[in-house]
């Protein structure tokens, strides 16, 4: 499916701790002035040596959620662990992308598996660069004690060990969705929300009220065929071969949605091919419409 170019859709967000969050180091060191548990770090080209949030926890985070919102809508979600799409399907790497995307799981299809590439992709969230001309420490980091509690005994079992935390700034970071169906669109708009209401948290030691955090969205920015303010999915979109190959056809009616306003570059405007622009508001009007509508009649037409 990525040999043609369908739809790609960049959403842009800025990330801020509400509470202190730790995104632990993987690996220890015997340096004593580090903490027991540090912040992970990585050398930027603008920032320098810097805190920073990996891609990776951030779409095991949001991965994690999206199974659980599929598994309450009654929808089959594979284990990773012992009853893989991979394993169940007897997916392999002789297996073609089409069928080996007709065999997954709704969260496989989305998310990817070993055998089957990720339709979103996640970048690393570095501290805002506006932030590191007016603030000398714009992501501050603070040391907290924790200890280990014996559950028999009640007394301290391990420690005391030092967590190093964040407790205010920005984080800026990208997700890119690419060749997407609008339901897939909408399974990562509704997982975004709850991550708003703080049904889902970043980090380590979660349990201990760390890792609560609220994404605001920058702008989203659309590049697909859109005619009449009608944007369309892959289903919708594609020839019916490739629905067929796919398996895209029963929810060839619910992959589309109207936008109702949007910023348009007329640029590099190529026949029915557009590139626009959403601002926040517009976001998250955009990201409910594709939960509402075609993620739902996808969850009717293929729950359990």
């Not at 027991?36 to 810097?50: K, N, S």
């Not at 990201?287 to 509508?293: S, T, V």
């Amino acid at each position: 499916m990525f040999k043609t170019w369908m739809n790609q859709i960049k959403i842009s967000y800025m990330l801020h701790p509400l509470a202190p969050m730790l995104i632990k180091e993987g690996k220890e060191t015997a340096d004593p002035s580090v903490p027991d548990m540090a912040f992970v770090r990585t050398e930027h080209y603008e920032l320098g040596h810097t805190v920073y949030i990996p891609g990776s926890s951030t779409k095991g985070i949001l991965r994690s959620h999206a199974e659980k919102i599929a598994r309450a809508a009654r929808m089959y979600v594979c284990d990773l662990f012992t009853n893989s799409c991979n394993n169940r399907q007897n997916i392999s790497q002789d297996t073609t992308g089409k069928e080996a995307y007709k065999l997954s799981c709704i969260i496989c299809k989305t998310f990817g598996s070993t055998q089957l590439a990720s339709r979103i992709r996640f970048t690393d969230a570095y501290p805002s660069p506006e932030q590191l001309h007016t603030d000398q420490d714009p992501n501050r980091t603070e040391l907290r004690c924790g200890v280990a509690i014996d559950r028999l005994l009640g007394s301290v079992a391990h420690g005391p060990f030092d967590l190093e935390v964040v407790t205010r700034g920005t984080f800026q970071g990208e997700i890119t969705l690419r060749n997407v169906a609008l339901w897939q669109v909408g399974l990562l708009g509704l997982t975004l929300k709850h991550l708003n209401d703080g049904m889902v948290q970043f980090g380590f030691a979660k349990s201990r009220g760390l890792g609560r955090v609220e994404l605001k969205l920058d702008q989203i920015k659309i590049s697909a065929s859109i005619q009449n303010h009608v944007l369309k999915g892959i289903a919708a979109g594609s020839y019916e071969a490739i629905r067929r190959e796919y398996g895209l056809e029963k929810i060839v009616g619910s992959d589309q949605i109207t936008l109702s306003a949007y910023q348009e570059d007329k640029s590099w405007a190529l026949g029915l091919w557009k590139d626009i622009w959403l601002n926040e508001d517009q976001s998250w009007e955009f990201l409910r419409l594709c939960a509402i509508g075609p993620l739902a009649q996808f969850i009717e037409l293929n729950h359990c």
